[in-house]
């Protein structure tokens, strides 16, 4: 059974950093893509940043420069290093893994979902 848990979230003040991490079970990074969403209250879920298996990246143009997905696969821990954190970057924040090795910043590109970290930014 694959399970994904996230950790990591928290509250910060603008400008301030966290990294979010997700641990995998049941799954092996190696072999898909990974991915980060996030969804804030009364807005859709959006794709943050994913990881695809050759080690590729894509980023959301709204935290492109900011933002860094990366993963240990060794422990089978996806990370997402979020700095210069902004207001508008509030939101659950979710790991996924995808359907395949390749993917793009859509839900439909992914299998399995985390149950999520709040990221709580202050002004």
């Known amino acids: 059974q694959v399970q994904l848990v996230e950790s990591g979230g928290g509250s910060v003040q603008a400008g301030g950093s966290l990294r979010l991490s997700c641990a995998a079970s049941g799954y092996t990074y190696t072999s898909a893509c990974m991915g980060w969403f996030r969804q804030a209250p009364g807005k859709e879920r959006e794709g943050v940043a994913a990881?695809?298996?050759?080690?590729?990246?894509t980023y959301a143009d709204s935290v492109k420069g900011r933002f860094t997905i990366s993963q240990d696969n060794a422990k089978n821990t996806l990370y997402l290093q979020m700095n210069s954190l902004k207001p508008e970057d509030t939101a659950m924040y979710y790991c996924?893994?995808?359907?395949?090795?390749?993917?793009?910043?859509?839900?439909?590109?992914?299998?399995?979902w985390g149950q999520g970290t709040q990221v709580t930014v202050s002004s």
């Open positions: 996924a893994a995808g359907k395949g090795g390749y993917c793009y910043l859509s839900s439909a590109d992914f299998r399995y």
């Open positions: 990881i695809d298996a050759d080690g590729s990246t």
